[in-house]
């Protein structure tokens, strides 16, 4: 069972989609990336490009985070995220959209603050949303990207600066940041 774990929607329990297409973050990962961010969150614009349920983006609005935008591609999926922003009183800080990641990224003039990426594993899906964003400069100066994967192995990442790299349960954790460490 997935709730968010703190804020103004602190406890409400997440709706995830049956069966296998999603596998939505494990509580234990969720709270040690957030408690990496905690800082960071207020008032910033996030992106959680492969949704899911939705809880990435959620949890960072129950937090403060200004707006979240939660792309999936699965029809399914986007409901359940819907009705996840219902639940937790936060869908009008929501842009929820049912869109490939690829079109979506090459398709938004947005940037954000903080991006989760966490698509399905064993894909190259991660190191070309990557590559994607980095080409666009889709990061704000000071922004977080979050990476979830099932291997070891870290994206090309430019100019990015490698703030930590874990594991996490059967989940790799990768967080970069675009500023230069002192």
Known sequence: MMRIITGTARGTKLVTLEGEATRPTSERTKESVFSMLQFDIEGRRVLDLFGGSGQMGLEALSRGAASATIVDQSADAVKIIKANAQKTKLFDRCVILTKDYKAYLKGTKEKFDIIFLDPPYD???????????????????????????????????????????YKSGRAYVTVLTNEVEE
Do not use: F, W
């Not at 994607?132 to 994967?149: K, P």
């Open 123 to 165: 894909t190259n899906m991660l190191s070309e949303a990557m590559r994607i964003i980095l080409d666009r400069d889709m990061l704000n100066y000071q922004g977080t990207i979050v990476l979830e994967s099932g291997n070891d192995d870290i994206p090309e990442y430019g100019e990015l600066t490698l703030r930590r790299h």
